[in-house]
């Protein structure tokens, strides 16, 4: 097990590195910048702009510095078009939003899907068994972009109970809304693999030792079906949080919580790179290191698997 | 290894030859099955009638997409609703454009990106695969390190960022769809070249003397075209959906060219009018392509994977 744990870190840390030096360098070679405008700069101006910004330096030194500032001091630099503000702090304003709403449809996701999966699968060929099934089909054709305005459409416009955006410190209310556009879809997805994989396991032969001698189905189900069942749902946790993850972006826009997917999209509109980088690599960090726990979890769940 | 012999010749060609008797085909069987199944058989036909109708359609219109209908912008919800008379067929967008045409461009947008970021992941997953799974040794952990990597990265923030660094058109688009699509795909067929590589018949083409370009093109190809074609029909919705969720976000083809994403988000931007068509349509074609394309895909899949169910 630590072998396989350092080895994951062995691929994770290069992971994360090659993160910061590709996309910084992206950012790089791309023509135009924040301070190209329509009406052109007086050289001298834009020498001092790009000295302040330390952008007159050679690229490997403007790299080092800033990768050398991430690690050492977690910090992304300043903001090129907001002149007051760094980039760690519209990180530090907009990420806390995110990452309540973010974490909370996740759980839902992964609670409600799990359950709805297990329940579908133990009444098999019923009413909720085919309600499985058929969320399981919708939910890929109604990602978080298209349950946004239709949720929207229902609940603020014709039926007017809930309020169409905003934050307001995290009222339950104004958290409805962006928690269901973004977990349905995963949640119909975790739902189908539970529902195949409880399936599955429930005709293996070690579950009809079970029944044979005698066990009540309460305890098949719970003690004998349910471990094996989840595994496959494990694995799958890891690509659900980069769905979150990029589906907290349209969150932010279309509810206008003011989380970090606001700040991210004006950023690549207004050719922010500081920001746009800081928050990719956030994210991807993020993503890099929640893939590692999810194998990690696996290989301690799964008493096969030994690496 | 071997001196070149005759009879060695004699054999290489037998092995390579396709000429045998025709038997039943595993393409045969699987065509039998996709077309008993219902939904997948729906599906096919609904999406035909989509397509003909994104072929056909532009030329029923009255109205071009860029064109603004200037005697009637001002009042959209009064006079821009969908209606036969006014030549509007799906009413007018927000800025008095004719949202039927906009809406075939937009399809047309979203079929293409679906088909071309399935094909150059097709292309480039599959012959990284290949050579990963066939040469195998140090150079097969090189190339699929580089695909663990790629895939630990969020792939929806890296197709920003190229779009953003090169510039919204077509071309880059399409680019962009196809670097970050072929990882998964270069997966499966490492996977599964490396499961062929040790059977008989494999063993049997070496020792009959077939070059390994040979091998690769005659005999592991041709064996992998049903996981490759089943994993390709579930990525054309992937990149549909990817896409419209960028071009949602403002961050996609820039106008005036459009796609369902940014249709349906300059419809839900509007809703609050009155003026519902304008997300309906989009929204309508959108679900539509979505769900028959994940229907032929599973149909797909039950067809030439039957143990997989």
């Not at chain 1, 399936?199 to 579950?207: A, R």
């Not at chain 1, 979150?244 to 919580?257: A, I, K, P």
Request: charged share 15%; proline share 4%; hydrophobic share 50%.
């Amino acid at each position: 097990m630590l072998t396989y744990v350092i080895r994951r870190l062995l691929v994770a840390i290069p992971t994360i590195l090659l993160l910061v030096v590709a996309s910084f360098l992206m950012m790089h070679v791309a023509p135009g910048g924040p301070f190209t405008s329509e009406r052109p700069l007086p050289p001298e101006v834009l020498a001092n702009i790009n000295a302040q910004y330390g952008l007159d330096q050679p690229l490997w030194k403007q790299l080092w510095d800033y990768f050398y500032n991430i690690v050492a001091h977690f910090d992304f630099g300043p903001s090129f078009v907001q002149k007051d503000r760094s980039v760690n702090d519209i990180i530090a304003q907009g990420f806390p939003i995110s990452l309540t709403y973010g974490s909370l449809a996740f759980l839902a996701a992964s609670i409600v899907g799990v359950g709805l999966g297990i329940a579908a699968a133990i009444r098999h060929n019923t009413w909720i068994d085919y309600f499985a099934v058929s969320l399981g089909i919708a939910a890929q054709a109604l990602p978080n972009f298209i349950m946004g305005p239709i949720l929207i459409l229902t609940f603020t416009l014709w039926l007017g109970l809930l309020p169409g955006g905003g934050w307001n410190g995290g009222q339950w209310q104004y958290l409805i809304m962006p928690v269901i556009a973004l977990s349905t879809s995963y949640m119909g997805s975790i739902a189908r693999i539970t529902r195949s994989s409880m399936l599955e396991v429930l005709n293996s032969n070690f579950i009809r030792t079970a029944r044979a001698k005698g066990l009540s189905h309460k305890a098949i189900v719970w003690r004998h079906a349910l471990k094996p069942t989840l595994l496959p749902v494990i694995s799958y946790l890891g690509p659900v949080f980069v769905y979150v993850l990029t589906g907290s972006v349209f969150v932010d826009l279309y509810f206008s919580t003011g989380g970090l997917g606001q700040s991210y999209v004006s950023s690549a509109l207004t050719r922010d790179y500081a920001v746009l980088l800081g928050v990719t690599i956030l994210y991807g960090a993020l993503t890099v290191i929640v893939n590692l726990l999810t194998d990690l979890a696996y290989a301690w769940f799964d008493p096969k698997i030994r690496y | 290894m071997f001196g070149k012999s005759e009879k060695a010749a004699e054999l290489a060609a037998d092995i390579t030859d396709f000429k045998a008797v025709r038997g039943r085909s595993l393409f045969r069987d699987a065509m039998g099955r996709f077309l008993r199944n219902k939904a997948a058989m729906a599906s096919v036909v609904v999406l035909g009638l989509i397509v003909a109708f994104v072929i056909i359609g532009p030329h029923f219109a009255a109205w071009d997409n860029e064109e603004i209908d200037w005697t009637r912008m001002g009042d959209i919800l009064g006079q821009g609703a969908p209606s036969l008379e006014t030549g509007h067929f799906f009413g007018l967008d927000e800025l008095g454009r004719d949202l039927y045409s906009r809406t075939i461009q937009a399809t047309q947008t979203s079929l293409l990106v679906g088909l071309i970021g399935a094909a150059m992941a097709l292309l480039v997953g599959t012959a990284w695969g290949v050579i990963a799974g066939f040469y195998g040794g140090r150079l097969d952990s090189v190339m699929m390190r580089i695909v663990d990597i790629l895939l630990a990265i969020p792939l929806t923030l890296i197709l920003i960022l190229i779009l953003v660094v090169a510039g919204r058109n077509f071309v880059t688009l399409f680019i962009a769809l196809g670097a970050v699509s072929w990882l998964t795909m270069a997966r499966i067929v490492r996977g599964q070249t490396l499961a062929l590589k040790t059977r008989e018949f494999i063993e049997a083409a070496r020792a009959g003397g077939v070059s390994e370009g040979a091998i690769i093109f005659r005999h592991i190809l041709p064996n992998l075209i049903g996981v490759v074609i089943v994993y390709a029909s579930l990525l054309v919705p992937e990149m549909i959906l990817a896409e419209s969720f960028i071009s949602f976000l403002g961050l996609g083809i820039s106008e005036p060219m459009t796609s369902l994403g940014r249709l349906i988000a300059e419809g839900a931007g509007t809703m609050g009018y009155g003026t519902l068509w304008q997300l309906l349509f989009p929204l309508f074609f959108y679900v539509t392509i979505i769900i028959t394309m994940f229907f032929i895909g599973d149909g797909l899949r039950d067809a030439l994977d039957p143990k997989d169910r």
